[in-house]
């Protein structure tokens, strides 16, 4: 619309409401103050009669140039310009815009990793200063006490009583102990008479269909081997002693690792939970035993370094008390402790046994220990008088292994020349399994908790059912060792037999059992 006085296209537009003629309201405003009337209709006319016209402020009038085709085309390529130069500005913003992003999460990943490695320094600090709290000799005033410094490391050894020919001076077993023990063993002991197998063992059937269920690398690839396994059955948890110097604790059911411990400079021998008491116990080539305790953190500490023997300690027991355990070692002896203090109760030395313990186990009553050699004899202990009360001999090599069964009188041994059972109420060797050639050893034994099964690991792994003295004890699955190193050092079984969990010279975990639709079939 233009202008009725100039005939341009207003740039602020206003109308009368007398004539409804559009005008620029500059050009009216000028007539109506000379003149007072409407410029065409000649009629009285005010300012109060003009109304604004309200247009967009973002879109300008187009000038007469737009009337013309070269005219549109030259305000055509302007506003193209414009378009361009705007376009250009957005990417400029945009660019530094992504380059301050990238900086802010460079600066980010960079604070995380700071702060990881901090982290880790930190808890390093808190282990060092914590073995460092351990092993700081403790005043006279507290050695009088008779703490776990007695027996904990050269330092509280320069402290100790020193009897006859230069040797320790121990507490001894007092007669609260063996009261202990004589109760713990009494009420076992009843209640194995009423022991009944459980229904939630897994029959023989299930265990001949069993194969590998997984596999896993627990231990460091330039120091491969597993050497020992325990399993905490209430909690499904398997630890594994490693030749890296490292004990593994391993969630079966989650496929996690838990905890690594570090802190031994040699090869884990031996490990053992001590289920009711978040305690784990930990024997190596090192010559010492540690005590490590589970921390509200669910990490584990170690609570006591223990330094009483001089040679190797081969084996780690704990009593069925779940207070004391007893370790064995290549310098001939075996010790007994208290768990709580990590005090050596005693140290029982066989003169006649020159060349040291390769294992040890309680029997499930507690009142007995059995012991094996390196010279292949096999030694029953009376733990409360500590005095060898049998022998049996028969074996080849070390005996590595020992298992006594839950009936109570049945007893496994394992050495070069294979497996042994013996009846404990009548001190002999019923029955023998020659398994493997003369160059093959047999690692390890284990009964399983209810005392139904054998567990044979050596080339392969052997599953055997139990019979009696004079019944058969057949074999109703063999495994295959599947390391490739032709050596399974261990093997425990799980709850109710359930699963097998199996360590070799490499690193690996191996878990044997039903696969999963076998077992909900079997459930």
Known sequence: MNCSISGEVPEEPVVSIKSGLLYEKRLIERHISDYGKCPVTGEELTMDDVVPVKTGKIVKPRSLTAASIPGM????????????????????????????????????????????????????????????????????????????????????????????????????????????????????????????IPSTLAPIDALERYTQLSSHPLHKTNKPGITSIDINLSKDIVATGGVDSNAVLFNRTSGEILSTLSGHSKKVTSVKFVAPNDVFLSGSADKTVRIWQRSEEGNYDCRHILKDHTAEVQAVTVHATNNYFVTASLDTTWCFYDLSSGLCLTQVEDPSNSMGYASAAFHPDGLILGTGTTG????????????????????????????????????????????????????????????????????????????????????????????????????????????????????KFGLDAKYLAVGSMDRNLRIFGLPEDDASTES
């Open 73 to 196: 085309l030259g305000m055509f390529q302007n506003e193209w310009d414009a378009l361009m130069l705007s376009n250009f500005a957005l990417e400029q913003q945009l660019h530094t815009a992504r380059q301050e992003l990238s900086h802010a999460l460079y600066q980010h990943d960079a604070a995380c990793r700071v702060i990881a490695r901090l982290k880790k320094e930190r808890d390093e600090a808190r282990s060092l200063l914590a073995q460092a709290e351990r092993q700081v000799p403790l005043p006279a005033s507290a050695a009088t006490a008779n703490v776990s410094a007695l027996s904990n490391g050269k330092r509280g050894a320069e402290s100790e009583d020193v009897g006859p020919g230069g040797k320790r001076m121990r507490p001894g077993v007092s007669d609260s102990i063996i009261a202990e023990l004589t109760e713990c063993n009494a009420a076992l002991s009843q209640q194995r008479k009423k022991r009944q």
């Open 376 to 491: 292949a004899t096999v030694r029953i202990w009376d733990v409360k008088s500590r005095g060898n009360v049998a022998n049996f001999d028969g074996h080849t090599g070390a005996v590595t292994a020992i298992s006594f069964s839950e009936n109570g009188y049945f007893l496994a041994t394992a050495a070069h020349d294979g497996v042994k059972l013996w009846d404990l109420r009548k001190l002999k060797n019923f029955r023998s399994f020659e398994l493997y050639d003369q160059d093959t050893p047999t690692n390890s034994v284990d009964f399983d908790h209810s005392g139904s099964y054998l567990a044979i690991a050596g080339s392969d792994i052997r599953v055997y059912q139990v019979g009696s003295v004079k019944a058969e004890w057949n074999c109703i699955k063999t495994l295959p060792d599947l390391s490739g190193t032709g050596r399974a050092t261990s093997v």
